[in-house]
């Protein structure tokens, strides 16, 4: 392949990423036909098809899965290496591509960031909330947040918060109207605010220990979201029972708007992680960003 068509398979790489030649237009910066077009050029050139079109959406072939699996990485290892260069300039430069939860960007990465990024000002970060169980290699993000349990064993985990804590909670007037659960079980009889988490399409079940002994509870009500704050906003509401991160909560519980039950079943667990690919080589940028959102011990 000619080397003036390198531009074609990075734009190609966008559009498997975002299954949309409408948002991978906006992306490059480019008019949907004159991608299009560039994409009709690719197919034409190898001979065979890569995309799948229909009126509302772009899926991949099984060649164009196969060509996304073996340039892929190639390519973010070449942004890799050129974002590496930004180590020989006087200041640290570059953008830096997160996927977290919601709860993590705003409680522990945000309020870290904040004297980082005056200390940095050539260093830009893009945060995305995602409860998916995505590919961050695939989806060309440089790392991602979950919890400690939840890292894939081929990338490096650094912890950036201190243990966390689920809890129960309503508030006083919905307790005044329902039975006050004494035992994870006895959720079931409860309208609960549920989780739903894309990766799997299902409902988070809430998750409980006591004694060594663990439950996971698949609670039912009639709201479901995909965002923490929603769910809080509705618990605040009296809409009903929510399993919430205790640090959220408690500035609510001590004003007496949200009352938290079950908590002899509710356990410390692993905090969140920055985890990220182990590449021969990172930014000096990201080097200081992962050192800015360590967790340090005091």
């Not at 531009?7 to 906006?26: I, P």
């Not at 065979?48 to 390519?75: C, D, M, W, Y």
């Not at 992680?273 to 967790?295: C, D, G, I, M, W």
Request: with cysteine; net charge neutral; glycine share 6%.
């Amino acid at each position: 392949m000619q080397h003036e068509n390198y531009n074609d398979l990075l734009s190609f790489l966008v559009v498997a990423k975002e299954c949309s030649f409408t948002r991978a237009a906006a992306q490059l910066g480019v008019s949907q036909s004159a991608l299009s077009h560039s994409m009709r050029g690719l197919e034409e050139r190898l001979n065979i098809r890569l995309l799948t079109r229909t009126t509302r959406s772009v899926s991949l072939t099984e060649a164009g899965e196969q060509l996304l699996k073996n340039i892929g990485p190639h390519f973010t290892e070449i942004q890799s290496q050129l974002l590496a260069l930004s180590e020989l300039r006087d200041k640290p430069a570059g953008t830096i591509r997160i996927s977290s939860a919601e709860h993590a960007v705003n409680t522990v990465i945000v309020p870290k960031l904040t004297p980082f990024l005056k200390e940095y000002p050539d260093i830009k970060v893009e945060l995305t909330t995602d409860y998916g169980m995505i590919d961050i290699v695939k989806q060309q993000y440089d790392a991602g947040v979950r919890t400690g349990e939840l890292l894939a064993k081929d990338m490096i985990g650094v912890k950036i918060s201190p243990d966390l804590r689920m809890a129960v909670v309503a508030t006083p007037d919905y307790f005044k109207e329902h039975t006050i659960p004494k035992v994870p079980h006895d959720l079931i009889n409860h309208t609960c605010i549920n989780l739903r988490l894309p990766t799997y399409n299902s409902i988070y079940a809430w998750e409980f220990e006591k004694d060594g002994y663990e439950q996971k509870i698949n609670v039912t009500g009639q709201l479901t979201f995909n965002l923490t704050s929603q769910r809080l906003d509705a618990a605040l509401l009296g809409l009903g029972v929510a399993y919430l991160p205790e640090d959220l909560v408690r500035p609510y519980i001590a004003m007496g708007r949200l009352v938290s039950v079950l908590d002899d079943w509710c356990n410390y667990f692993s905090g969140y992680y920055l985890y990220y690919p182990n590449r021969r080589q990172t930014s000096q940028a990201f080097k200081l960003l992962v050192e800015a959102l360590r967790h340090k011990v005091s």
